[in-house]
């Protein structure tokens, strides 16, 4: 079996960042996997501007964060693996790779796990109705318009108004879709100020406050949701053909869900908890990735130490 | 025209399995399904439940079947290589009522030969489930019961039959049948088919599939009801089927461990539906029964919620039938009506009894060729190490993770759609893609590709569940 001594899986923003920071504190050993066909994670479908101003001073689009952070890691001996899953993690400090080379067992003293979120989805809601197609996540709709240039659908309306709502209104407006309203339960926009400055204000689509989809309706394709106010009661009929959800982002922890909490473990970035901005996971990750290299650096065992140590008693 | 011995007409758990017996004897057999794919009516919502057979009055054949269907499952499961999981149930009573209507079940349980039952004390019970609301007051303990996923089941049947030489016509609805010299003509869709038989296994539209020929007294009057799943980590895990007979003699409640390791909640009773839409007076019921049984019930924990369908049998003055309706208007020609609740449990033993007297009609002799096994497509997540680098080394496609809450590889999908999966829906009943907790939304978007791939088609027809269920924006979604 291959070892090593610090794993971290997922490179996302948080495992690059972990992985640079823990490299710069001296570790040498160390691998980074991920499942994705190359590093970035979420990063690679956000394509517009809005990252990087506290760490780089500039906004840049996602994909650019992404390679920046990637250029860290050059000229290190970071061990990047793509395409590899990891498909379990046991008690006894072992991960399980699998990949289309083959299936492998990896030894490893400590472990980061940078392994992002996961997005709610429409099913935890008590939303009546039939369950038809055309309702996607907002991340499954970003990917589906950024990576693979293909519209979810025509006539839309989005459930939430946290970040990813918002600018997943304008991106699919801006697409060519007809994004009816954006409806948010509470009396405020979920996300941030800028990004409702920046996006969701200028694009001139309605944000219903107070308002949640009760109802789906079409036993093939979505034909329409029901929209119900929440102070007043009323409920409206909206014909459409899809709906996006952002309904909450769980961080994703399952490969360790049986593990406890060993202390060789360690969670970075949205696996730890979710963070609004990408440059609040690289900074935690990049703490995370420093104190797992002190960690390692104080369980080696340095043989000199004990000369010394028992000379401070003598 | 095409010519064959029998005729099966319907796709779900009693056709598939129909099929599957009539190859047991020496005869062409045609199964004939409206829709895209196998199991897309009744048979795709429903407890998931092998009964034990303490429900029915014994000496009725649906008692009998029940025990018997129970206690061949395991050997069924094994033959059809389907995941099963013996379980047993407890069913829980908290007052004096209800203890009176689980000791004539006992009773009855001991008269149709149920093995193991036992009435345990309320202590008992909250010992062998520490999940419970104290205050339990007795509960049925049944070992045998079991559950099973119904998908698995019914496409395993189907491909047995296949295996044996039936064929499978998809997308073929029946839409009159005219008596001929020695048979049947069925007019369909797909065109003309001759068969000396019928086996009517139509579901929900049985009834009216008998009267193209035959009058009918028995008519299907449907109702639905709602199913809530909650996540694999949602730390409430019963290790028995739990249910629940209330006190006031109303409805009660099925709590299943599935075999996907998810908890199955459900179903409410409600009398409005002939679609599959969840209903929120449905939703609350089992949502508010849940938290009276399980004080660990947590909302946050639902990953979805569906509709089932339940095709009530009624005589013409309208009362229910709580029997199976075998109906048998004429020589060669026979009908399930209305078969609902243990229908998966008696799935194989009804399709031995159907293929049995058909073939007695006939004067078939036995097909000695009949093979009952089938083998699953290999699951990648229940082999082990070096089972499954052996399985990686032969084909890298077992290596491609796609599924992350199901572990589901490129091969895996690839295998599915070799045996049939001509939709997103159909890749979930074969392999379980979308049914964790993040409900697709991480593997979907990397289906869609393969299956457009393999299927000869673009992107933009792949399909949710056929017909106009297109997952992306149609013919226009590309930009
Ligand atoms: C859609 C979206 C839009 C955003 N927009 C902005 C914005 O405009 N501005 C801003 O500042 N911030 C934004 N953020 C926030 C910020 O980008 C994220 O918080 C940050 O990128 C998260 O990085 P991460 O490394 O924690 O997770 P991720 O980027 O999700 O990375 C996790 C990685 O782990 C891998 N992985 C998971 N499980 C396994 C496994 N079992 N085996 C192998 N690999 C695995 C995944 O493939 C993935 O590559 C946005 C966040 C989201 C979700
Ligand atoms: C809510 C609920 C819960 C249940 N729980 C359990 C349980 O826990 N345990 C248990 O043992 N049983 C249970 N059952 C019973 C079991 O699910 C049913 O008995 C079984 O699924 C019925 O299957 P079927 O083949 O008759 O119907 P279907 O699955 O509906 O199959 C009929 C098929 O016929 C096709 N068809 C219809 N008309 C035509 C036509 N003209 N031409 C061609 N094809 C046609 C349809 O497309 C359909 O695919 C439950 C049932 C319900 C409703």
Known sequence: MEHCELLIIGSGAAGMSAAAAAWKAGVRDLVLVDGASAPGGILRQCSHR?????????????????????????????????????????????????????????????????????????????????????????????????????????????????????????????????????????????????????????????????????????????????????????????????????????????LVSGLGSPDWLSFAGNCHHVHELVDSAVAEAASVGRLAASALAASKHDPDIFPEVRGLYR | MERFDVAVIGGGLLGCFAARNLCRWDASVLLLEAREDVCTGISRANSAIIYPGYDHKPGTLKASMTVRGNEAFGRLCEELDVPF??????????????????????????????????????????????????????????????????????????????????????????????????????????????????????????????????????????????????????????????????????????????????????????????????SEAGLSFVRRFAGQVFPGFSEEHIIRSFAALRPNPQRPDGSSIGTFVIEHPAPGFRSLIGVKTPGLTCADQLGIYLAGETAADLRLSPNPDFFPGRSGIPRMKRLGFDARCKAVRQNPDFGELLCRCEGITRGEVLEAIHRGAVTLDGLKHRLGAGMGPCQGARCRQKLIPILAEALGISEEAVTQSGGDSLVYGGADGTL
């Open chain 1, 50 to 254: 809005g990252f990087g101003r506290a760490v780089f001073g500039s906004e840049i689009t996602g994909p650019e964060y992404a390679s920046f952070l990637l250029s860290g890691l050059q000229n290190t001996g970071v061990r990047l693996l793509t395409e590899t899953e990891v498909l379990s993690v046991t008690g006894n400090r072992r991960a399980l790779l699998s990949s289309r080379t083959g299936l492998r067992e990896l030894g490893f003293q400590r472990l980061i796990l940078a392994a992002g979120c996961r997005e709610r989805s429409i099913g935890s809601l008590p939303v009546t109705g039939t369950r038809p197609s055309g309702v996607f996540t907002a991340g499954q709709a970003q990917e589906l318009l950024n990576l693979r240039h293909r519209l979810p659908g025509r006539e839309i309306l989005i459930l939430g108004s946290g970040d990813l709502g918002m600018i997943m209104a304008a991106g699919l407006q801006e697409a060519g879709a007809h994004v009816i309203a954006v409806a948010e339960q509470e009396d405020h926009y979920g996300g941030l100020a800028r990004n409702y400055h920046r996006f969701l204000e200028p694009s001139g689509i309605p944000l219903l406050l107070r308002t949640t989809v009760t109802e789906l309706y079409g036993s093939g394709r979505l034909t329409g949701v029901l929209l119900r106010q929440l102070d007043t009661g009323a409920q409206t009929h909206i014909p459409c053909d899809t709906l996006v959800t952002v309904v909450g982002l769980i961080p994703d922890r399952t």
């Open chain 2, 85 to 278: 999981s013996r379980c047993g149930s407890l069913m829980l009573s908290y007052g004096p009522k209800a203890d009176a209507v689980l000791r004539l079940k006992y009773d009855r349980g001991l008269q149709s030969a149920v093995p193991g039952l036992s009435l345990v004390s309320g202590r008992e019970a909250e010992a062998m489930e520490p999940c419970l609301t104290p205050g339990v007051s007795s509960a049925l303990y049944a070992p045998s019961a079991g559950t099973v996923n119904p998908w698995e089941l019914c496409i395993a049947a189907c491909e047995n039959a296949l295996q044996n030489g039936a064929q499978l016509s998809l997308n073929t609805s029946v839409l009159s049948i005219r008596p001929e010299q020695d048979g049947y003509r069925l007019i369909t869709t797909q065109g003309d088919f001759f068969a000396r038989a019928i086996v009517n296994c139509a579901g929900m539209q049985a009834d009216q599939v008998q009267r193209l020929i035959f009058p009918c007294d028995v008519s299907i009057h449907p109702t639905s009801g709602d199913y809530l799943i909650l996540d694999r980590d949602a730390g409430l895990h019963p290790s028995h089927i739990i249910q629940v007979e209330p006190e006031d003699g109303g409805k009660g409640l099925n709590a299943v461990p599935t075999v996907e390791g998810s908890l199955l909640l459900g179903p409410s009773e409600r009398e409005n539906g002939i679609d599959w839409s969840v």
